[in-house]
């Protein structure tokens, strides 16, 4: 109860009776000094038990639906700050972008990068060996490509690529939501085309202004190009992991083939390793590739650019197994390549096409010629490496393997290891003999030498007596190379050697004999391509051509006007002489059926390196076994396993071609001093061919074998130099000199 200002009573005004009719106070109804009226009986018409409280309004229309409060009052209270919020955050996104692209270049100056130059690498065929640059490989129309390819990359990553602006609001939308319901970054909510801003424009880091330009400039690609054309454009720079960028490279770093030939499951991987390039690599994990690309898959089926039928055929593939490397021999020549391009049209500024000397034919039969030799018995002879270069008659590569395989090991050693040749340098030693009057039947004689503190022996560590030049050579006797070393001059010698093809700084002292001078197997082995081409030098190459991609010629070299480096009549007798070789000496394992062949062997000290250069009137093939830290072969010389190798290579090479003789070996006919003739019953030349050890017959006491029929060169002078006393003694006419004179000319 309380009082009024008068100290009169004031009722309170709410309560009710039992009909549950409500009581109210009306203005009329005035409190007095003299006591209060009556309370007016007001009917309910907000539904039973319903009271209002004094000073609020009545609710009008009852329940929830009242106008003042209720669910639907909340949506629109709801909708109203939604909107408030909208109009403010839509501001200040605005300001944003506005602060942002204020912060970028003016649109009328963007363009797009170029794509960093490619040199395409092809055979003499067309065929492509490799790509080589910052990408990997050339770009491709999107015409051009497996329509796999775009179709796995679309279904994964941008379902709605041909439909949205640039950005995708539902897609960004998706992703939103299923990372908050996995609670981790499960999906990406950039378009193809933001993708494509990112990768040409920007720089990886996460950042809100990063973000901002790439919807900005995702904008500006999608009014600039059409859908096409940027999604052609993202497919040939988008990274694939293993320095692969763009599907060209990524095709051949992982399938050894174009796009342009990608099937189902291929196109799938390739997609798949967009989300983790390394880590869902083929060459890395190839199941986990493969489970990706399974995803990929029913994604395809979910957009339905593939049935069922499709699927379960590209499903039940093998899953795709990758070297950690680029595999196969033809990128020793790639690298050649790009090692000599610089020295040729200097930097690399614009897509490059390379023609060159390679038959990927021959190329392919090498590498398996040095895999299946190594394979079968390098182990067991304790060899690990080999190499092998094929060269033709104007020192065209035709083949080249640098080791036993590229993906273990990027080393080329056909080119670049420079080795001890062995006694595959005595050609050089008696060709230059030959320049000074010997021929194949002046004889020496093989017993113990000694030079200075140098005493060589031979192989077996057997001495002949008197023998010709020509067995000394088939046999590769040591003494008999290191005499005619001395007869020469070893400067003589390293002259000769330089002017047939060896680059390589040589040694200019008795021992040059027995190579110990170290050269690399290409220019040892173009250095035997005279012998073959008739005395012309063979300067080794693999470039013929090097044109820009819209067919302009910037480099070009045919060799086909070579200096003659031997005498026709120094090459005739060589052949002769390294025929032998073949039939009746060190490198009988290398003899070919139906083709007349030479060559010689080299060996080093210790086995720690076995050779054989040998030659067909068609293709010149050097090839080196041994082992990279020069540890020792168990017994392998250059009659074993290179021979071995270089026969199976070559058979192959020649396979479908006629034989033809070598040059100057046939028809020619022994003359002796003052032009008499062989006696008779005495073997003539060309029994050579039929391996008789007597095909040189010894010259009669005190004389030396003179020039051929037909063929014109100095005779021997019978004050020519000779070996000193104790190098042993010579059939011919001698002159004792000292060591001093021999070394100084004089």
Same mark, same amino acid.
């Given at each position: ?10 009722e ?15 203005a009329?109804?005035r ?16 539904g039973?038990?319903?009271r ?18 209720g ?8 909708? *109203?700050w ?5 109009i403010? =955050? ?15 270049p003016?649109?009328?100056s963007?363009?797009i ?12 065929n ?12 050339e770009?491709?129309a ?6 796999y ?5 679309i279904a ?37 085309t ?28 999608e009014?600039? *190009? ?7 454009? *993202?497919?040939?720079r ?15 770093? *992982? ?6 030939d990608v099937?189902?499951?291929? !196109? ?11 880590r ?9 590739a493969?489970a990706?690309a ?10 339905g ?11 039940s ?17 790639a ?6 391009l ?26 398996e010629?040095?895999? !299946? ?6 182990g ?5 490496? +080999? ?26 050693? &056909? ?21 000074? =009057? ?8 093989? !017993? ?23 067995? &000394? ?12 070393v ?24 008795a021992?040059?004999?027995?190579g ?13 391509a005279?012998?073959?081409n ?17 067919g ?6 045919t ?15 060589m ?18 059926? =139906? ?12 086995f ?51 034989p ?17 003739m062989?006696? +008779? ?6 029994g ?5 050890p ?24 019978a004050?020519?130099p000779?070996?000193p ?12 000199t000292?060591?001093?004179e ?5």
């Amino acid at each position: 109860m309380a009082s009024g200002k008068s100290g009169q009573r004031i009722e309170p005004s709410f309560g009710g009776d039992d009909d549950g009719d409500e009581f109210r106070v009306d203005a009329s109804d005035r409190v007095t000094a003299g006591g209060r009226k009556p309370l007016k009986r007001a009917k309910a018409s907000e539904g039973r038990g319903k009271r209002e409280t004094r000073g609020r309004p009545a609710k009008r229309g009852g329940g929830r639906g009242g106008s003042g409060g209720g669910f639907f009052g909340l949506v629109r209270r709801l909708a *109203y700050w939604c909107i408030v919020l909208g109009i403010w =955050g839509a501001i200040g996104v605005g300001g944003l972008v506005l602060y942002y692209g204020a912060r970028m270049p003016s649109a009328t100056s963007w363009s797009i990068p170029d794509r960093p130059p490619n040199v395409k690498i092809l055979a003499v065929n067309g065929d492509i060996i490799a790509n080589r640059g910052a990408t990997g490989g050339e770009a491709l129309a999107l015409e051009d490509m497996s329509p796999y390819i775009p179709q796995a990359v679309i279904a994964i990553e941008d379902r709605r690529f041909y439909s949205h602006f640039g950005v995708d609001p539902l897609g960004l939308v998706r992703a939103m939501l299923t990372n908050l319901t996995s609670g981790r970054m499960v999906q990406g909510g950039s378009t193809l085309t933001q993708q494509l801003a990112k990768n040409l424009f920007l720089s990886p880091e996460r950042t809100l202004e990063r973000k901002v330009q790439e919807v900005l400039l995702a904008f500006w690609l999608e009014q600039k *190009y059409t859908k096409d054309q940027i999604l052609a454009m *993202y497919l040939n720079r988008v990274f694939f992991g293993s320095n692969a960028y763009g599907v060209e490279a990524a095709s051949r770093r *992982y399938f050894n083939k174009s796009a342009r030939d990608v099937n189902l499951g291929e !196109a799938a991987v390739l997609a798949g390793l967009l989300k983790a390039p390394s880590r869902l690599s083929p060459a890395r994990d190839p199941e986990a590739a493969e489970a990706r690309a399974q995803v990929v898959l029913g994604a395809m089926r979910e957009e339905g650019y593939v049935t069922d039928a499709e699927i379960k055929t590209a499903m039940s593939q093998t899953p795709t197994r990758a070297k950690s490397f680029w595999s196969g021999a033809e990128h020793y020549v790639a690298d050649m390549v790009m090692d000599q391009l610089p020295g040729m049209i200097g930097e690399v500024k614009q897509d490059l096409v390379i023609d060159t000397t390679i038959d990927l034919t021959l190329e392919k039969k090498a590498e398996e010629v040095i895999a !299946a030799t190594l394979d079968a018995e390098g182990g067991k002879l304790n060899a690990s490496q +080999a190499a092998l270069v094929s060269i033709d008659g104007t020192g065209a590569i035709r083949a080249l393997v640098g080791g036993r395989d590229y993906a273990e090991s990027q080393f080329d050693r &056909a080119s670049k290891a420079k080795r001890q040749p062995g006694s595959a340098f005595k050609p050089f030693v008696y060709a230059a003999a030959l320049e000074i =009057g010997r021929t194949p039947m002046s004889v020496r004689n093989d !017993a113990p030498v000694r030079i200075g503190n140098w005493t060589p022996e031979n192989y077996d560590q057997k001495y002949r007596g008197e023998v010709t030049l020509a067995d &000394a050579l088939a046999n590769s006797l040591n003494t008999i190379a290191a005499q005619l070393v001395m007869e020469v001059g070893p400067q003589n010698v390293v002259q000769l050697a330089h002017r047939m093809g060896i680059d390589s700084e040589m040694q200019a002292n008795a021992s040059i004999a027995l190579g110990t001078s170290e050269v690399t197997l290409v220019e040892l082995t173009s250095s035997y391509a005279p012998f073959m081409n008739g005395g012309f030098k063979a300067t080794p190459h693999v470039i013929r051509r090097i044109s820009t991609a819209d067919g302009t010629v910037l480099y070009e070299n045919t060799y086909d006007n070579p200096p003659r480096v031997l005498d026709p009549a120094i090459v005739s007798e060589m052949n002769r002489m390294m025929v032998r070789v073949l039939t009746n000496g060190t490198g009988k394992k290398a003899r070919l059926p =139906g083709w007349e062949a030479a060559g010689k062997t080299g060996t080093t000290q210790s086995f720690r390196d076995a050779l054989f250069v040998g030659y067909t009137s068609n293709l010149t093939t050097g090839v080196w076994f041994g082992n990279d830290d020069g540890k020792s072969m168990k017994k392998v010389t250059g009659g074993g396993l290179p021979a071995k190798a270089w026969h199976d290579f070559m058979v192959a090479a020649h396979e479908g071609l006629s034989p033809s003789p070598l040059f100057g070996t046939t028809g020619v006919q022994p003359v002796f001093d003052e032009g008499g003739m062989a006696a +008779a019953g005495e073997t003539a030349p060309d029994g050579l061919m039929g391996g008789d050890p007597e095909a040189f017959p010894a010259p009669p006491a005190g004389v030396d074998g003179t020039a051929a029929v037909e063929q014109v060169r100095p005779a021997e002078q019978a004050g020519g130099p000779i070996p000193p006393a104790g190098v042993g003694e010579t059939t011919g006419t001698t002159r004792r000199t000292t060591l001093f004179e021999l070394l100084t000319g004089g």
